[in-house]
């Protein structure tokens, strides 16, 4: 099936779309472009350049998908903006092209980016993350798989959202975020309890991360000895992953 173009639509000839898509009254896109099968792009939504789309993406309304990274350091280099299959991008979002730190920023499969989410240079998000309503990323964040952030959040420059992670609304993330926790952005409230119910994680291994975040997180022990603690016994799949975040943090762990 062709994509069906609007007359009032913008498609450059270095554009390259593929069967199916759908571009709406007023979307602008540009050269470098590359736009996959089933994608519906929205009325006055723009996709500058250097921009590679997956299948069967949503961009709703307004949106701004590859444009320039606010970086002064930025001097023009080809970097892009990869956003995965079945993405939905609401209305009025920004997706900034990544700089030459990474060369990208970049969107996993699955994705929901609400109505007026910012996505700065060099962020990466991982498959099935939610980030709601009027959040904004500065550049180089990080967000783990299935990791929900709600509405009017301000997330710092290279923190990093663990994945399962859940970040409650009108809050500010200034450290990482642990793997499976909840925090208002001034402490660790507890594990995501919700989300791993979704997860179809075990009983057995949610008692181990149980065991775990008490450890680190509600112990007399500062995170070196939680660490040695924690490795001293057996680990599940998802202890390990909470291990290895705390492990590799540059910026400190939110506790």
């Known amino acids: 099936m062709p994509a069906v173009i609007h007359p009032t639509a913008i498609v450059s000839p270095r554009a390259e779309l593929a069967g199916g898509v ?20 929205g009325p006055h939504a723009i996709l500058e350049t250097f921009v590679t789309m997956g299948a069967r993406v949503k961009v709703g309304a307004g949106s701004i998908i590859g444009g320039d990274p606010q ?3 930025y001097k023009q280099e080809e970097t ?31 994705c ?8 700065g240079h060099d962020c990466h998000i991982a498959d099935g993350a939610i980030v ?28 990093r959202i663990g994945t399962f992670a859940y970040v409650g609304g009108h809050s500010g ?11 208002d952005g001034e402490g660790v409230l507890g594990l995501n309890k919700v989300g791993l119910q979704r997860s179809g994680l075990s009983p057995e291994s949610v008692e181990a ?36 975040f705390i492990e590799s943090s540059d910026k400190g762990v939110m506790v």
Not at 90 to 99: A, I, K, L, P, S
Not at 222 to 238: D, G, H, Y
Request: proline share 4%; with cysteine; hydrophobic share 40%.
């Open 22 to 41: 759908s571009v709406g009254p007023y979307a602008i896109i540009g050269p470098r472009v590359t736009v996959g099968e089933g994608c519906i792009i």
């Open 71 to 73: 970086d002064l350091k």
């Open 80 to 110: 892009w903006a990869v956003i995965g299959d079945d993405c939905i991008i609401r209305e009025y979002v920004t997706v900034n092209r990544g700089t030459t730190a990474s060369g990208k920023t970049s969107l996993g499969n699955g």
């Open 112 to 119: 929901l980016l609400m109505s007026y989410v910012h996505v």
């Open 132 to 159: 709601s309503s009027s959040t904004g990323l500065a550049g180089h964040v990080e967000i783990g798989e299935r990791a929900i952030i709600n509405g009017m959040v301000g997330v710092q420059q290279f923190m």
């Open 173 to 183: 993330v200034r450290k990482d975020v642990p793997p499976y926790c909840r925090t």
């Open 209 to 244: 991360l149980a065991q775990a975040y008490r450890v680190f997180f509600r112990s007399s022990l500062n995170i070196s000895q939680a660490l040695e603690r924690v490795k001293s016994e057996p680990m599940t799949p998802e202890v390990e992953t909470l291990v290895r």
